[in-house]
């Protein structure tokens, strides 16, 4: 019972951080169809970000003693950091190519990632980057489980960024913008929206979902490399499919669900076919269920 | 109000306009009918600024707007309900609105916009929290106008409003165009039901594979027999 509940617990974990990076995926391909393979390198670079200013912040001696603080700087200069990257890269690699044929803009996608980490390998170094501090380890007991502070802390974030996403994706002007931008890019334009605007717009707010995402894991493992956003990039576009990609809360349910399988199936059957189950997966459905868990479609009248 | 002159536009290699001239006088309806492929829609999209310029000009209320982007041109006061309605359908009917009147900045502006519309449409007051998508033909259109007069517009670009609608609707949707005009509002209306249309407008331009090849008084237009037989299905 309580390696169930631990699993749980940490799979719940990984798949919140699955969650929020599947989000920019699944936000991105809604709005202009585009699979973003370069929004892993985006995560990543938010997990720099994040090091570097817990670094700079323990040389100057401000860490340990306001740890709190420091985290919550971290996270916001990631947020800042991986906005201008997000916005940037939408404004260099995919707004000139908006009328080119589908292959190109994919082609500059996986461009971009590849250019993303080898520029991140050679200003930062090849090797792990590894956290300055250490972070309290004392959890709280749960039914015979221990939920690590860090732990608590993926959780909580995860769950507000979420619904602070859904609101304003929901509630907001922008966030409606959006969703009809999402639905008939020509008609948006027609009845004033700023379609070009809107699209940076979906960029920043996914990068800056996949920066918290960056800063939490260096935070959760201690030690990152430049290598990191390929393969989490590769688990949350799966959990953008799994949930049916282009769906908001697709992604927050496929991102969870991916999370507590690798996480079950690690402990039960074998961790060294981790990564496998995931993958296992993403092939499964494409051949299955290419539109994924919630990727159904509401009746349209003509 | 709206000027086009030798206007040029292409989908691809194909040129789809191949120079039209035609303008559209405040208060008027101006009509612009033709066969599927004429490029009547192709027409109302270049001057919406969701088609290229490859040659010519379009000015609107003296100044020339050709290259603007769709927002810009729908914030100088020209709004299009386009073919086949194009509702946001997994948008509610208020949704709908709301975006239609995206450029509305202040919240009392837009609240005031849809009261407006919904005194206009009151069956869109009714459904305003349905998914746009569940409304019937009729229904639809109405968002769609609707929507279009949200955006406070001095010329409505209207493509085929009677498209896929009963008799009855059609009959209803031409007298709320009517309306419209007599309140004030400049009318550019694509129609393939050119006898409707021309009784409706005041002056028509017919459309032949990118060309326009007859303009007049729409009263004219109705007793010329080119017209007559091509477009109102008459015979010798």
Not at chain 2, 123 to 152: K, P
Not at chain 2, 193 to 222: D, F, I, K, M, S
Request: charged share 15%.
């Amino acid at each position: 019972m309580d390696i169930l509940l631990q699993q749980l617990i940490n799979g719940l974990t990984l798949g919140a951080v699955y969650a929020l990076i599947a989000l920019g995926y699944t936000m991105v391909y809604g709005i202009i169809e585009l699979i973003n393979f370069a929004h892993g390198e985006i995560y990543m670079i938010g997990a720099y970000v994040g090091i570097i200013v817990l670094t700079l912040l323990t040389v100057i001696g401000f860490a340990p003693a306001h740890l709190a603080l420091a985290i919550f700087l971290a996270l916001l200069a990631a947020m800042l950091v991986c906005a201008a990257y997000g916005y940037t890269l939408e404004r260099v690699a995919y707004r000139p190519l908006r009328s080119a044929p589908r292959l190109s803009p994919l082609i500059s996608a996986v461009g971009m990632s590849i250019f993303l980490q080898n520029y991140v390998m050679l200003t930062q170094g090849s090797a792990d980057k590894v956290l300055p501090l250490a972070l309290p380890t004392e959890g709280i007991a749960l039914m015979g489980a221990q939920v690590s502070p860090m732990q608590g802390f993926i959780l909580l974030t995860s769950v507000a960024l979420m619904a602070a996403l859904t609101l304003f994706i929901r509630k907001t002007r922008l966030g409606k913008a959006m969703r009809a931008t999402a639905q008939d890019r020509t008609m948006a334009a027609l009845v004033g929206i700023p379609v070009d605007r809107i699209i940076a717009t979906t960029f920043v707010v996914g990068s800056i979902l996949a920066a918290v995402a960056g800063v939490m894991v260096a935070l959760y493992y201690g030690s990152i490399n430049f290598f990191i956003g390929y393969s989490a990039g590769l688990k949350a576009f799966t959990a953008a499919v799994l949930g049916g990609i282009g769906n908001i809360p697709g992604a927050m349910v496929g991102g969870v669900l991916l999370g507590l399988l690798e996480s079950l199936g690690a402990s039960y059957v074998s961790s060294e076919y981790k990564d496998a189950f995931a993958f296992g997966i993403l092939i499964l459905l494409l051949i299955f269920r290419p539109q994924g868990l919630l990727g159904e479609r509401v009746p349209e009248k003509v | 109000m709206l000027e086009l002159r030798d206007l040029v536009s292409a989908y691809g290699p194909i040129q789809a306009l191949k120079g039209i001239s035609l303008r559209v006088e405040e208060g008027e309806i101006v009509a612009l009918i033709g066969a599927n492929g004429a490029g009547k829609s192709t027409t109302l999209m270049t001057i919406s600024g969701a088609r290229p310029v490859l040659r010519g000009t379009i000015r609107f209320a003296g100044e020339a707007i050709a290259g603007d982007p769709p927002h810009v041109i729908v914030a100088r006061g020209i709004a299009q309900v386009p073919e086949g309605r194009r509702i946001f359908s997994r948008l509610t009917v208020r949704e709908n609105l709301e975006m239609g009147g995206f450029l509305q900045r202040t919240r009392s502006a837009l609240e005031e916009d849809l009261k407006r519309v919904f005194s206009a449409f009151p069956v869109l007051r009714e459904r305003q929290v349905q998914l746009g998508g569940t409304l019937s033909g009729g229904e639809q259109q109405m968002l769609a106008i609707g929507r279009a007069l949200m955006a406070r517009p001095r010329l409505l670009l209207l493509d085929e409003p009677s498209l896929g609608l009963a008799p009855i609707l059609v009959q209803h949707i031409f007298r709320i165009i009517r309306d419209l005009n007599r309140q004030g509002l400049t009318i550019l209306l694509v129609e393939q039901n050119a006898r409707a249309a021309l009784q409706l407008a005041r002056r028509a331009y017919v459309l032949e594979t990118g060309r326009v090849t007859l303009e007049g008084e729409a009263a004219a237009l109705l007793q010329d027999s080119r017209v007559r037989r091509a477009y109102l299905g008459e015979g010798e």
